[in-house]
C-alpha cells in the first residue's frame, strides 16, 4: 500500500511537471506557428503597407530622408567625425575624453554626451577653428581644379598624369574614387580644408518638393505598389525555396525616365539650380545649336530651356540606356537558399505536436477517468491560454517601450521623422498581428480548457470508475 502511495505521488508529480512543460510548450508553439503563418507570408506586408497608406507616402519620405542625407553634417552631432578637424584638435580631444572613449566616439560607433561636448570646447576654441573653415568639396559629380590654385593643379596633374587630369579639369569626364582621394591630398599638401561630400552641388539645391516631384515623375505610387509587391512575393519564394533569385524589372523605369515624365523629373532639377549667369547662357545657346562644349548646370531662361528639350530628351536616353533591365536583389544563378531556413520552417509547423506530446505523457501518468482527464488536460490548457493572452499583451507592451528607446536614444540622427514614424507604424502592424493570431489562439484554447475544468465537476464517477482512481485495498 505504501509502495503504491509512493508511485502514485511520483506518477503525480512527473504529470504535474509535464502538465507546466505542456504550458511553456503551447507558448511557444503559438509564437511559431504564428511567425510561420503571419510573418512568413508576403500577403500580410502588402496588407500593412496598404494599411498604412504606404505607396501615396513614400515621395514624400524618401524625398525628406534624401534631403536629410545629403545636408547632414556630423560636425554638429559629433565633431570628432568632422573630415576637415586638425590634427592638434583631435589630440587635444584624445588627451581630455580618454583613450577608450576618444576611440568609441571618433569610429562613430556613439555620440558625445552634453557634459562630454562641454569637456570639448576648450579644445574647440584652441584648435577648433578648422572645423567652420569652408572647405573646397572633392565629391562625387564636383570639379574644384579649375579654381584650385596653381601649386594643387600641378600636384593633381603630376599625380593623375597630364591626360587624366585634361579631362577632369576640362569635365570631358568625372573623377573616379580613386583619383578624388589623390585630388584630395593635394589640396591637403597645400594647407586647404577637404570635404568629400557624397552628393554633387546640383543636387544640394534640390528641395524636398522637388525631390518629391522627381520621385513621383519616375515611380508614381502605383509603379511603387506594382513593383514592391512583385519583390515581395518573389522574396518569399526565394525564401521557401521556390526560385533562385529575387530581380526588380526595370523597364517601366526606364520608359519613364525617356519618356514625359523623365523629362519633367530634369526639368525640375534644373529649374531648382541658381540663375544661368551670360557666360553659361551662351555656352548653352552653342549646345542648343550643335556645338560641342561642357557648361555647369544652372537654370536658364525657359524660352532657352524649352529649346533645350531635345537635347535634355537625347541625355534621357543615354541614361536609361545605362540602366540594365532587371536589378538582381537577393540570390542569382549560384546562390540559393540556406536549407537551414528550410528546417527552422518545418520545425515552426511542427510546434504544435510537442504540447500533445506533453498531455499524452500526462495521460499515461495519471489519468484514469473522464473526471480526472478532463481536469488534467483542461485545467493546464487554461493556464496555456491565460498565459498566452498575458504574453500577447506583454510583447505589445515591450515592443512600444522598445521602440520609444529606439527613437530616444539609438536611432541614428541621419534619419528622417516620416521615414521613422512609417517604419514604426509598419512595424507596429506586423507586430501585432502576430499578437492577434497568439491572443486568438490562447483565448480558444483557454476556453476550451476553462469548459472542461468546469465541466468535470458536473461528471459523476460511477463504481467501476471509483474503483480506477482509488488504490486497492490489501
Known amino acids: 500500500m505504501a509502495m503504491r502511495k509512493m508511485f502514485s505521488a511520483i506518477g503525480r508529480g512527473l504529470a504535474g511537471l509535464s502538465a507546466a512543460a505542456f504550458v511553456a510548450a503551447v507558448l511557444f508553439a503559438l509564437l511559431a506557428t504564428g511567425i510561420d503563418r503571419r510573418l512568413m507570408d508576403s500577403a500580410l506586408y502588402k496588407e500593412a503597407l496598404r494599411e ?11 524625398a525628406e530622408q534624401i534631403v536629410l542625407s545629403i545636408n547632414y553634417d556630423p560636425c554638429t552631432e559629433n565633431p ?17 575624453l580618454g583613450e577608450e572613449r576618444y576611440q568609441t566616439l571618433s569610429s562613430g560607433e556613439d555620440t558625445p554626451s552634453r557634459s562630454e561636448l562641454q569637456l570639448l570646447q576648450p579644445c574647440v576654441q584652441q584648435y ?5 573653415v569652408p572647405a573646397v568639396n572633392v565629391g ?12 594643387v593643379q600641378e600636384c593633381v596633374r603630376r599625380a593623375l598624369g597630364a591626360e587624366a587630369y585634361e579631362a577632369i579639369a576640362s569635365e570631358q569626364r568625372l573623377s573616379t574614387d580613386q583619383e578624388r582621394e589623390q585630388i584630395a591630398a593635394c589640396f591637403r599638401q597645400a594647407g586647404l580644408a577637404v570635404t568629400t561630400e557624397p552628393a554633387p552641388r546640383y543636387l544640394r539645391n534640390l528641395t524636398v518638393a522637388n525631390w518629391e516631384e522627381i520621385i513621383t515623375a519616375i515611380m508614381p505610387p502605383e509603379e511603387l505598389q506594382r513593383i514592391i509587391e512583385d519583390a515581395l512575393d518573389q522574396t518569399f519564394r526565394y525564401l521557401n525555396g521556390q526560385q533562385a533569385q529575387v530581380s526588380l524589372p526595370m523597364d517601366s523605369v526606364k520608359q519613364r525616365i525617356t519618356g514625359p515624365e523623365g523629362l ?3 526639368l525640375a532639377i534644373i529649374r531648382a539650380q541658381p540663375p544661368c549667369d551670360q557666360a553659361e547662357i551662351q555656352a548653352l545657346e552653342r549646345l542648343v545649336a550643335g556645338y560641342s562644349g561642357q557648361v555647369s548646370l544652372c537654370r536658364p531662361p525657359e524660352d532657352l530651356l524649352s529649346r533645350m528639350h531635345p537635347m535634355l530628351e537625347d541625355q534621357l536616353q543615354l541614361i536609361a ?27 515552426m509547423r511542427l510546434s504544435p505536436d510537442l504540447p500533445l506530446l506533453f498531455l499524452l505523457f500526462v495521460t499515461l501518468l495519471v489519468v484514469r477517468t473522464p473526471k480526472s482527464w478532463m481536469r488534467w488536460w483542461g485545467i493546464p490548457a487554461f493556464l496555456a491560454g491565460l ?14 517601450q522598445t521602440w520609444i528607446l529606439l527613437l530616444t536614444s539609438s536611432l541614428p540622427p541621419y534619419l528622417s521623422l516620416s521615414l521613422i514614424e512609417l517604419g514604426h507604424e509598419f512595424a507596429a502592424y506586423l507586430i501585432h498581428s502576430l499578437l492577434e493570431e497568439i491572443a486568438l489562439g490562447g483565448a480558444i484554447l483557454g476556453a476550451l ?11 459523476r464517477l460511477d463504481e467501476q470508475d471509483v474503483n480506477l482512481a482509488l488504490p486497492a485495498k490489501r
Do not use: H, K
Request: charged share 15%; glycine share 8%; aromatic share 8%.
Open 387 to 400: 498565459s498566452a493572452l498575458i504574453l500577447a499583451a506583454s510583447l505589445a507592451a515591450i515592443f512600444e
Open 321 to 347: 540606356g545605362q540602366i540594365p533591365d532587371q536589378v538582381e536583389v537577393l540570390g542569382g544563378p549560384a546562390s540559393a537558399p540556406r536549407p537551414g531556413l528550410r528546417l527552422v520552417r518545418l520545425g
Open 128 to 132: 577648433g577653428a578648422s572645423l567652420t
Open 449 to 459: 480548457g476553462l469548459a472542461a475544468w468546469i465541466g468535470s465537476y458536473f461528471v
Open 52 to 62: 498604412q497608406q504606404a505607396y501615396e507616402r513614400m515621395p514624400r519620405v524618401f
Open 140 to 151: 562625387p559629380g564636383e570639379n574644384p581644379l579649375p579654381a584650385a590654385p596653381p601649386q
Open 80 to 96: 570628432l567625425l568632422c573630415e576637415n578637424a586638425s590634427a592638434e584638435f583631435l589630440a587635444c580631444a584624445r588627451r581630455t
Open 264 to 266: 519633367n523629373a530634369l
